[in-house]
């Protein structure tokens, strides 16, 4: 039995999280409650471009609650976006303070609207009554001054967001460095608004010295350690890598972890061969997939080095055909 409840929330990785990895995900792990999709960009069109809203369409859900990221600076265009996606049948949207990466926070946007809490403030105040949808925001501590979320606190508790996601680090780390508790904890003091806490979870370890730490938080976002693990739900719930797990068919996943990871790289290859042309735009989105994967395989090191030099698909798969048969789970 588990000793406790947290909701747990994939994090929107882009070009890594996307349906065909979320669908896959969620048929062979579990202990996952809701996930955040990859940001969608606001555009000034009167008719958006159905292409922008693919990753996103009811149809092509995992099955778990499934909250669309937005990421711009233009109030209409957001609204737009946001009917669009409550016409979908999606009562959330999320806005995305947090990307931490140079072009996007150059046109201030994600990150780089941190710094400008007066243009922050002027947006929520004509998107928060114009959106059909409930609003969230994803926000870091700033852009290279960890005081710039603490000044735009103040702007956030005006308005009715449904949560504020903190990833305690700020945008020129990237992924540098560990995750800040203590300007966390600052942060925490000050919202008023529901809060849930990203990054560096890891292992349960990391993740039961968090929620011990902040008792009244209850929702936890997991990226990069749970690419690396997919198991890393089950253990913080249950206790155990490898559990049996229940499908929603009623049928038994293997219960070995080398096994599961075989029958999830499949679907998820699979799916990319049914919807992408050739071998090389597979193979770019299966290389960024062992990025994580292979962390705790006990030869995934070489076996990421060499799969990276494969140019045919047929190739690739023969490689780690041939290095999952001896791996084993190191985490």
Request: proline share 7%.
């Amino acid at each position: 039995m588990a000793d406790t409840n947290p909701i747990l929330v994939l994090a929107p990785m882009r070009g890594i999280t996307t349906m065909h990895y979320r669908k896959a995900f969620v048929r062979h792990f579990k202990g996952l409650d809701l996930e955040m999709a990859p940001f969608i960009s606001t555009v000034s069109a009167e008719r958006i471009n159905p292409k922008l809203l693919k990753d996103v369409l009811p149809e092509n859900n995992s099955g778990l609650p499934l909250i669309p990221q937005l990421i711009g600076n233009n109030p209409d265009d957001f609204v737009q976006m946001a009917i669009a996606l409550h016409d979908l049948g999606y009562e959330e949207v999320n806005w995305n303070l947090g990307c931490p990466h140079k072009p996007i926070r150059k046109k201030r946007r994600g990150s780089g609207l941190l710094p400008h809490p007066e243009l922050v403030d002027s947006i929520l105040d004509q998107i928060c009554d114009r959106s059909p949808c409930r609003i969230s925001i994803k926000v870091r501590l700033g852009v290279s001054d960890k005081s710039e979320l603490l000044k735009l606190i103040p702007v956030l508790n005006r308005y009715p967001l449904s949560e504020v996601i903190i990833h305690p680090r700020t945008a020129e780390q990237m992924y540098d460095g560990t995750a800040d508790l203590n300007a966390f904890e600052e942060a925490l003091k000050i919202l008023q608004l529901p809060v849930c806490y990203n990054g560096d979870i890891n292992n349960r370890a990391f993740f039961q010295m968090v929620e011990s730490r902040f008792p009244e938080v209850g929702r936890f976002m997991l990226g990069r350690g749970l690419l690396a693990n997919p198991f890393l739900c089950e253990e913080i719930k249950v206790g155990t890598a490898g559990t049996a797990v229940r499908s929603g068919a009623g049928t038994h996943r293997p219960t070995n972890p080398i096994e599961r990871i075989t029958a999830f790289h499949a679907d998820v290859v699979s799916s990319y061969e049914a919807v992408l042309h050739g071998d090389h735009p597979v193979l770019g989105k299966m290389k960024e997939f062992w990025t994580y994967q292979a962390t705790h395989l006990s030869n995934g090191r070489p076996m990421f080095k060499k799969l990276k030099k494969a140019q045919r698909l047929s190739t690739y798969k023969a490689i780690v055909s041939e290095f999952l048969a001896d791996a084993e789970w190191t985490a």
